[in-house]
Protein backbone atom coordinates (compact mmCIF):
# COMPACT_ATOMS: atom_id res chain seq x y z
CA UNK A 1 0.00 0.00 0.00
CA UNK A 2 1.23 3.34 -0.90
CA UNK A 3 0.84 6.22 2.05
CA UNK A 4 -0.06 9.07 -1.00
CA UNK A 5 0.92 11.73 1.82
CA UNK A 6 4.60 10.50 1.45
CA UNK A 7 4.10 10.62 -2.85
CA UNK A 8 5.21 13.71 -3.97
CA UNK A 9 5.65 15.12 -7.90
CA UNK A 10 8.43 16.78 -8.77
CA UNK A 11 9.29 19.04 -12.39
CA UNK A 12 12.56 17.16 -14.30
CA UNK A 13 14.22 20.11 -14.62
CA UNK A 14 18.03 21.19 -14.21
CA UNK A 15 19.53 19.89 -10.96
CA UNK A 16 16.96 16.97 -10.24
CA UNK A 17 18.07 13.91 -10.81
CA UNK A 18 15.55 10.89 -11.32
CA UNK A 19 16.11 7.86 -8.41
CA UNK A 20 16.78 4.24 -10.40
CA UNK A 21 13.93 3.32 -12.26
CA UNK A 22 12.93 0.25 -13.96
CA UNK A 23 9.47 -0.09 -15.26
CA UNK A 24 10.21 -3.12 -17.00
CA UNK A 25 10.43 -1.40 -20.79
CA UNK A 26 13.95 -0.81 -22.04
CA UNK A 27 12.18 2.31 -24.17
CA UNK A 28 10.52 4.03 -21.76
CA UNK A 29 13.60 3.32 -19.11
CA UNK A 30 15.98 4.91 -21.60
CA UNK A 31 13.65 7.60 -21.83
CA UNK A 32 13.73 9.00 -18.70
CA UNK A 33 18.03 8.82 -18.61
CA UNK A 34 18.57 10.27 -21.91
CA UNK A 35 15.58 11.98 -23.71
CA UNK A 36 13.64 13.58 -20.46
CA UNK A 37 15.63 16.21 -20.19
CA UNK A 38 16.47 17.21 -23.87
CA UNK A 39 12.61 17.66 -24.68
CA UNK A 40 12.17 19.94 -21.61
CA UNK A 41 15.03 22.04 -22.87
CA UNK A 42 13.35 22.27 -26.35
CA UNK A 43 10.00 23.23 -24.75
CA UNK A 44 9.18 19.74 -26.30
CA UNK A 45 7.82 18.24 -23.50
CA UNK A 46 7.67 18.01 -19.44
CA UNK A 47 8.50 15.41 -17.41
CA UNK A 48 7.00 14.74 -14.24
CA UNK A 49 8.71 12.38 -11.61
CA UNK A 50 7.18 10.67 -8.80
CA UNK A 51 8.95 10.67 -6.07
CA UNK A 52 8.47 8.64 -2.62
CA UNK A 53 10.68 7.86 0.32
CA UNK A 54 13.57 9.00 -2.05
CA UNK A 55 12.57 6.67 -4.93
CA UNK A 56 11.22 7.12 -7.95
CA UNK A 57 7.90 5.23 -7.72
CA UNK A 58 6.62 6.66 -11.64
CA UNK A 59 7.05 9.57 -14.22
CA UNK A 60 4.72 11.01 -17.18
CA UNK A 61 5.77 13.42 -19.89
CA UNK A 62 3.19 15.79 -21.47
CA UNK A 63 3.05 17.86 -24.47
CA UNK A 64 0.54 19.88 -26.71
CA UNK A 65 -1.19 17.39 -29.40
CA UNK A 66 -4.25 17.55 -31.85
CA UNK A 67 -6.35 14.87 -33.21
CA UNK A 68 -6.64 14.82 -36.56
CA UNK A 69 -8.95 13.43 -39.42
CA UNK A 70 -8.41 13.91 -42.80
CA UNK A 71 -11.56 13.85 -44.97
CA UNK A 72 -10.28 13.69 -48.54
CA UNK A 73 -12.76 10.79 -49.48
CA UNK A 74 -12.22 8.29 -47.27
CA UNK A 75 -15.13 7.33 -45.12
CA UNK A 76 -13.08 6.09 -41.55
CA UNK A 77 -12.36 9.69 -40.46
CA UNK A 78 -16.10 10.85 -40.65
CA UNK A 79 -17.25 7.26 -38.68
CA UNK A 80 -14.40 8.22 -36.06
CA UNK A 81 -15.61 12.05 -35.86
CA UNK A 82 -18.67 10.91 -35.13
CA UNK A 83 -17.74 8.56 -32.47
CA UNK A 84 -16.01 11.78 -30.64
CA UNK A 85 -18.88 14.00 -31.34
CA UNK A 86 -21.68 11.95 -30.71
CA UNK A 87 -25.65 13.15 -29.19
CA UNK A 88 -23.65 12.64 -25.43
CA UNK A 89 -20.49 14.75 -26.18
CA UNK A 90 -21.38 17.44 -28.40
CA UNK A 91 -20.05 20.26 -30.40
CA UNK A 92 -21.14 23.30 -31.42
CA UNK A 93 -19.92 23.08 -35.00
CA UNK A 94 -21.91 21.97 -38.38
CA UNK A 95 -18.60 22.12 -40.16
CA UNK A 96 -16.25 18.95 -39.37
CA UNK A 97 -12.99 20.41 -38.82
CA UNK A 98 -9.54 18.38 -39.32
CA UNK A 99 -7.88 19.05 -35.92
CA UNK A 100 -9.44 18.98 -32.22
CA UNK A 101 -6.84 20.63 -29.41
CA UNK A 102 -5.42 18.03 -27.06
CA UNK A 103 -2.82 17.36 -24.24
CA UNK A 104 -0.72 14.14 -25.31
CA UNK A 105 0.24 12.12 -22.43
CA UNK A 106 3.59 11.61 -24.33
CA UNK A 107 4.91 8.61 -21.63
CA UNK A 108 3.66 7.12 -18.65
CA UNK A 109 5.88 4.38 -16.47
CA UNK A 110 5.38 2.88 -12.89
CA UNK A 111 8.63 1.22 -11.74
CA UNK A 112 7.94 -3.09 -11.20
CA UNK A 113 8.23 -2.45 -7.01
CA UNK A 114 5.17 0.11 -7.53
CA UNK A 115 2.96 -1.53 -10.17
CA UNK A 116 -0.58 -2.31 -9.12
CA UNK A 117 -0.83 0.37 -6.02
CA UNK A 118 -2.86 2.60 -8.26
CA UNK A 119 -0.29 5.34 -9.36
CA UNK A 120 -1.09 5.26 -12.46
CA UNK A 121 -4.29 5.53 -12.27
CA UNK A 122 -3.38 8.48 -9.57
CA UNK A 123 -1.11 9.75 -12.29
CA UNK A 124 -4.33 10.12 -15.13
CA UNK A 125 -6.70 11.57 -12.31
CA UNK A 126 -4.09 14.53 -11.44
CA UNK A 127 -3.40 15.13 -15.41
CA UNK A 128 -7.13 15.28 -15.99
CA UNK A 129 -7.99 17.48 -12.87
CA UNK A 130 -5.34 19.54 -14.01
CA UNK A 131 -6.87 20.12 -17.19
CA UNK A 132 -9.40 22.06 -15.78
CA UNK A 133 -7.34 24.97 -17.36
CA UNK A 134 -8.85 23.69 -20.57
CA UNK A 135 -11.59 25.97 -20.16
CA UNK A 136 -9.11 28.96 -20.01
CA UNK A 137 -7.36 27.61 -23.09
CA UNK A 138 -9.04 25.34 -25.06
CA UNK A 139 -8.25 21.94 -25.52
CA UNK A 140 -11.08 19.01 -25.54
CA UNK A 141 -9.04 15.86 -25.00
CA UNK A 142 -6.17 13.85 -23.57
CA UNK A 143 -4.30 11.47 -26.00
CA UNK A 144 -1.85 8.27 -25.79
CA UNK A 145 -0.20 6.32 -28.02
CA UNK A 146 -1.16 3.37 -25.32
CA UNK A 147 1.20 -0.17 -25.35
CA UNK A 148 -1.16 -3.08 -25.93
CA UNK A 149 -0.03 -4.04 -21.84
CA UNK A 150 -2.00 -0.79 -20.99
CA UNK A 151 -5.18 -1.02 -23.00
CA UNK A 152 -7.00 -2.15 -19.93
CA UNK A 153 -5.48 0.19 -17.91
CA UNK A 154 -6.26 2.94 -19.67
CA UNK A 155 -9.97 1.62 -20.84
CA UNK A 156 -10.19 1.31 -16.55
CA UNK A 157 -9.22 4.87 -16.20
CA UNK A 158 -12.54 6.23 -18.86
CA UNK A 159 -10.33 5.99 -22.52
CA UNK A 160 -11.71 5.36 -25.37
CA UNK A 161 -10.31 3.48 -28.53
CA UNK A 162 -10.54 6.45 -31.80
CA UNK A 163 -10.30 4.10 -34.54
CA UNK A 164 -11.17 0.31 -35.15
CA UNK A 165 -7.74 0.82 -37.79
CA UNK A 166 -5.61 -0.11 -35.98
CA UNK A 167 -7.09 -2.73 -33.73
CA UNK A 168 -4.45 -4.94 -34.71
CA UNK A 169 -1.58 -2.92 -33.55
CA UNK A 170 0.41 -3.04 -30.90
CA UNK A 171 0.26 0.67 -29.90
CA UNK A 172 -3.63 2.28 -30.44
CA UNK A 173 -4.51 6.00 -30.09
CA UNK A 174 -6.58 6.79 -27.00
CA UNK A 175 -8.67 9.45 -26.36
CA UNK A 176 -10.20 11.09 -22.84
CA UNK A 177 -13.13 13.86 -23.40
CA UNK A 178 -12.17 16.36 -21.07
CA UNK A 179 -15.79 17.64 -21.92
CA UNK A 180 -16.79 15.07 -19.36
CA UNK A 181 -14.78 17.31 -16.31
CA UNK A 182 -18.02 18.57 -14.67
CA UNK A 183 -18.29 22.35 -14.92
C1 LIG B 1 0.41 0.38 -17.33
C2 LIG B 1 0.89 1.00 -16.01
C3 LIG B 1 1.21 2.47 -16.24
C4 LIG B 1 -0.22 0.86 -14.98
O1 LIG B 1 0.16 1.51 -13.78
P1 LIG B 1 -0.24 0.90 -12.35
O2 LIG B 1 0.11 1.89 -11.32
O3 LIG B 1 0.37 -0.44 -12.21
O4 LIG B 1 -1.83 0.75 -12.53
P2 LIG B 1 -2.95 0.85 -11.37
O5 LIG B 1 -2.44 0.19 -10.15
O6 LIG B 1 -3.39 2.27 -11.25
O7 LIG B 1 -4.11 -0.04 -12.04
C5 LIG B 1 -5.39 0.46 -12.34
C6 LIG B 1 -6.22 -0.64 -12.90
O8 LIG B 1 -5.69 -1.03 -14.18
C7 LIG B 1 -5.38 -2.42 -14.15
N1 LIG B 1 -4.11 -2.64 -14.84
C8 LIG B 1 -2.96 -2.00 -14.63
N2 LIG B 1 -2.02 -2.47 -15.47
C9 LIG B 1 -2.63 -3.42 -16.19
C10 LIG B 1 -2.19 -4.28 -17.23
N3 LIG B 1 -0.92 -4.23 -17.67
N4 LIG B 1 -3.08 -5.15 -17.76
C11 LIG B 1 -4.36 -5.19 -17.32
N5 LIG B 1 -4.83 -4.40 -16.34
C12 LIG B 1 -3.97 -3.53 -15.80
C13 LIG B 1 -5.21 -2.78 -12.68
O9 LIG B 1 -5.49 -4.16 -12.47
C14 LIG B 1 -6.23 -1.89 -12.02
O10 LIG B 1 -7.52 -2.46 -12.11
P3 LIG B 1 -8.51 -2.47 -10.83
O11 LIG B 1 -8.78 -1.01 -10.56
O12 LIG B 1 -9.68 -3.23 -11.30
O13 LIG B 1 -7.73 -3.10 -9.74
C15 LIG B 1 2.15 0.26 -15.45
O14 LIG B 1 1.86 -1.10 -15.33
C16 LIG B 1 3.41 0.41 -16.32
O15 LIG B 1 4.17 1.34 -16.13
N6 LIG B 1 3.63 -0.52 -17.25
C17 LIG B 1 4.83 -0.54 -18.08
C18 LIG B 1 4.90 0.64 -18.99
C19 LIG B 1 3.64 0.89 -19.78
O16 LIG B 1 3.04 -0.03 -20.36
N7 LIG B 1 3.24 2.17 -19.81
C20 LIG B 1 2.10 2.61 -20.58
C21 LIG B 1 2.64 3.17 -21.86
S1 LIG B 1 1.30 3.70 -22.89
Not at 77 to 83: D, F, H, L, N
Request: aromatic residues 16%; contains cysteine.
Amino acid sequence: MIDYDLLSTIKLESGVNPAPFDCGDADLNAFLVEDAMNYYEDFMGVTYLLEYKQRTAAYYCLFMDKIVFDFSGKDDPKRQWWKLFNKKNKIHFNKQRKGYPALKIGRLAVDDEFKGCGIGSYILKVVISMMTVARDLGCRFITVDAYKEAFAFYLKNGFEFLSSEDETDNTRLMYYDLKRIPQ
